[in-house]
């Protein structure tokens, strides 16, 4: 004789059995862990273990690094064309020392990456170049490094931006746009492109061959001006020469339709942003249909002495104390020290270096995009876009332990 109490017990579980009766019959088997978080990690990992696959010279100073898994069973986080990856580089010469981060765009398109498996980062190295000089020297095939997962918003989207897009790019300032504009012209109809690529030499502007291809295959979508600041012969006669210029702008502009908006999209080394940003104000553009990727200076000369800057990592009893030049940012300062400081954009958009100014003073030479109010009320600041004022106490994020 069943109790009522069992009989309402066995009336509530019955269902329930016969449900993994039935799901059991269908030979179903069930994951292991929830499908949500496995593709939250596979689209935005903490952390990518890359490698390089292969080495193309682009330039007589620049090459591109194909980044694959480190594991080849498993696949890179997939990316909008635009986007970049943080790179932590390692000190090869000396193993103890913490590795750098430095954000570097994806230059192949996001087919390309998929076809391949493997990311483009196309690295620069002038002399005085601290880490693209490293990279030069050290990055050979096999070589692993950690990576972040894709970031950036300099991205194209159908929605918000314009039907004609002028990309301004300056020296190694064109590798996020190598990707965009593959990527637009096969996945995004009725879009044009103008590309004016500046160069200092005749053999620096990257991606000719491509861009060739484009031109002739893709007349009506796609032109490029190029512009040479340098003395020496140009390879194309028709190659502008000096600084990429208010008329030029006005000329590209006038590409697209008299009746529709045109965007401006700008990637470069700090002295061309400040340049074109001055010839783009002579267009009076609105705002909003000018796009910048700025990677960040390391800052600007300064001949005040330097200062002490005592370093807390939140959640840590431990601290430490640095010198900090008042002519760069207080993180190329922490790394300087070989402290390890989590950073992506290094521009005060994303937010990553974020850390807290518990005494002293900072200034911004350009105001960070990422840092609100309400960041500012509760005493935080982007150490990547800030210049040392005074002595500094601050407080930073502690990075993961493991790159
Ligand atoms: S590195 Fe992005 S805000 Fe500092």
């Known amino acids: 004789m069943i109790s009522g109490r069992k009989m309402q017990r066995w009336r509530i579980a019955a269902p329930l059995f016969q449900r993994t009766r039935m799901i059991r019959r269908t030979g179903f088997a069930k994951p292991a862990e929830s499908s949500i978080p496995a593709l939250r990690d596979a689209v935005h990992p903490v952390r990518q273990h890359l490698m390089v696959a292969r080495i193309v010279e682009e330039s007589p100073s620049t090459k591109t690094y194909y980044l694959k898994p480190s594991d080849p069973e498993s696949w890179i986080a997939p990316f909008q064309a635009g986007a970049y990856l943080s790179v932590y580089v390692a000190d090869v010469d000396d193993t103890e020392a913490a590795p750098i981060c430095r954000p570097y765009s994806i230059s192949n398109t996001p087919d390309e990456a998929q076809a391949e498996n493997a990311y483009a980062v196309t690295v620069r190295s002038q002399p005085g170049s601290f880490i693209a000089e490293r990279i030069h020297r050290t990055w050979q095939p096999g070589v692993s490094m950690a990576a972040s997962d894709p970031q950036g918003f300099f991205t194209y989207e159908a ?38 690529q500046g160069a200092s030499a005749a053999d620096e502007f990257l991606f000719d061959e491509d861009f060739q291809k484009w031109e002739k295959s893709e007349p009506a979508r796609f032109r490029r001006i190029t512009v040479l600041s340098g003395d ?22 006038d590409r697209g339709k008299a009746d529709q908006p045109t965007d401006f999209f700008v990637c470069g080394p700090p002295a061309m942003h400040e340049f074109v940003n001055q010839e783009i104000a002579a267009l009076s553009r609105p705002p909003r249909r000018i796009r910048r990727e700025d990677y960040g200076g390391s800052g600007k000369p300064s001949n005040k002495p330097p200062c002490s800057v005592v370093v807390r990592y939140s959640g840590r009893d431990d601290e430490v104390t640095i010198q900090a030049d008042p002519g760069e940012t207080v993180l190329v300062a922490l790394e300087r020290a070989g402290l390890i400081v989590p950073s992506g954009c290094r521009t005060g958009a994303c937010g990553l270096c974020r850390g807290r100014l518990l005494d002293g003073k900072v200034e911004y030479p350009a105001p960070p995009s990422g840092l609100r109010k309400a960041d500012e009320l509760g005493g935080y600041f982007h150490p990547c876009a800030a210049l040392p004022l005074s002595d500094l106490v601050m407080e930073i994020p502690a990075e993961p332990a493991e790159l």
């Open 232 to 253: 020496d012969e140009a390879t194309a006669e028709t190659t502008r020469r000096g600084f990429i210029t208010a008329s030029i702008l006005t000329e590209a502009q």
């Open 159 to 196: 929605l918000r931006d314009a039907a004609h897009v002028v990309f301004i790019a300056g020296g190694s300032g064109v590798t996020p746009f190598r990707s965009l504009v593959g990527d637009i012209l096969t996945h995004v109809p009725d879009v044009s492109i103008t590309l004016i």
